[in-house]
């Protein structure tokens, strides 16, 4: 019998990549989309409305998902954005849903899966974390701050789904050729302001990030760590894809944090 797998934020980027890859690996995905009058689909790649900042949406995926397959097997928490503001400029609200979409939505969906995971006695979590839940940068300090969020509640929730045979993961991603500079991120107005403060920083740090993004790798071998980690019981805790994790995500743990800040400042230019 096919394994079911949820992934949130799947209608663009590296979400919707995965989800193809892998129902065409012959797994039933639920490719999980914020429009509301979603069709669901007849072939393996299905969808279904889910928005993780509302949690009936969530309970009704979930809910809907358990009728017709009658388990959850795999859950990949993808769905997420990055907020582009210095701390000093971001709003309540820019913050708050910096969080409510990367962290809160990533507890509240794992929240509703889990009890059938954990009955089954099976089950695989997977959050899509980032290189930048392991180091800063500037005007991603919200951001950064979301995904050691997620990086903290991996660690965390891996011990306490132990007795239940439910594996949990993160994958450690760099930057993707993928549309998240159009999607993926919301820029704060006094942040990208011609008179702000914080002006030279953003011309020149801004274009870097755009340009790595825009003209990034194919975010295949995110679909592959996914994969990877659903069909090996001895995968990483953590695994990092992508140019930059694979360089960053070791030098934090080997250099020292002055060594390491240094490191960032020299590449980046900062």
């Known amino acids: 019998m096919s394994k079911v797998v949820l ?3 799947a209608t663009s980027g590296m979400g919707e990549l995965s989800a193809k890859f ?3 690996s012959g797994y039933i995905v639920y490719a999980g989309s914020r429009d509301e009058n979603v069709k669901s689909g007849d072939s393996n790649l299905k969808h279904v409305y889910i928005d993780v900042t509302k949690t009936a949406t969530i309970k009704s995926a ?3 998902i358990i009728k017709k397959e009658g388990k959850i097997d795999v859950l990949v928490n993808n769905a997420g954005y990055g907020l582009l503001a210095t701390l000093e400029d971001g709003t309540d ?6 969080f409510d979409v990367n962290v809160f939505g990533l507890i509240k969906t794992t929240r509703e899966v889990l009890p059938h995971m954990r009955e089954a006695k099976s089950g695989v979590i997977i959050n899509l974390s ?3 839940g392991k180091m800063g940068l500037p005007l991603l300090s919200c951001y950064n701050a979301s995904k050691y969020a997620v990086e903290g509640i991996t660690d965390s929730l891996r011990f306490e789904t132990l007795p239940f045979n439910v594996r949990v993961h993160s994958i450690e991603s760099g930057l993707f050729g993928t549309n998240f500079v159009k999607k993926g991120l919301v820029a704060n107005a006094k942040t990208t302001s011609e008179d702000s403060p914080y002006k030279e920083l953003v011309s020149h740090f801004v274009p870097i ?3 790595a ?3 990034g790798p194919n975010p295949q071998p995110i ?3 996914i994969k990877h980690i659903i069909e090996n019981e001895d995968a990483d805790i953590a695994i990092a894809v992508g140019a930059e994790a694979k360089a960053f995500v070791p030098l934090r743990k080997e250099l020292s944090d002055k060594d390491f800040e240094k490191k960032i400042k020299d590449t980046f230019g900062i």
């Open 62 to 64: 979930v809910d809907t």
């Open 22 to 24: 892998l129902a065409d």
């Open 7 to 9: 992934i949130t934020g």
């Open 213 to 215: 993004i825009n003209e």
């Open 223 to 225: 679909a592959d760590a």
């Open 93 to 98: 609200d820019e913050i708050f849903n910096q």
């Open 130 to 132: 980032s290189f930048l």
């Open 209 to 211: 990030v755009a340009k």
